[in-house]
Nanobody
Framework: VQLVESGGGLVQPGGSLTLSCASSGILFSRYHMGWYRQAPRKQRELVARIRSGGSTSYLDDVKDRFTISRDNAKTTVYLQMDSLQPEDTAVYYC???????????WGQGTQVTVSS
């Protein structure tokens, strides 16, 4: 299983970024996909999840600003992040959970820094 994130970077407050997570080695359509983040000296937290059936859920702090989506044909999950704030600064990780047996995998992470 391989999950490769991309799209992180430095952005000013109020700006936008789109993260991508390309997967290989899994039957993508059977997996719940999620984005987590971990800021310095904080625990990793679930930001958004999209289940194999397409339903989504979000951390309250990002609910009106972030959108998770998936393209099963491209075996890729996305996180569109708008109205970014300094508190969104973190390493963002892609996660895949097999909805049949619970096996999960992680990407290596991509840094998102929101600063003026």
């Amino acid at each position: 299983v391989q999950l490769v994130e991309s799209g992180g970077g430095l952005v000013q407050p109020g700006g936008s970024l789109t993260l991508s997570c390309a997967s290989s080695g899994i039957l993508f359509s059977r997996y719940h996909m999620g984005w987590y983040r971990q800021a310095p000296r904080k625990q990793r937290e679930l930001v958004a999840r999209i289940r194999s059936g397409g339903s989504t859920s979000y951390l309250d702090d990002v609910k009106d600003r972030f959108t998770i989506s998936r393209d099963n044909a491209k075996t890729t999950v996305y996180l569109q992040m708008d109205s970014l704030q300094p508190e969104d600064t973190a390493v963002y990780y892609c996660n895949a959970v097999n909805h049949l047996n619970g096996d999960d995998s992680w990407g290596q992470g991509t840094q998102v820094t929101v600063s003026s």
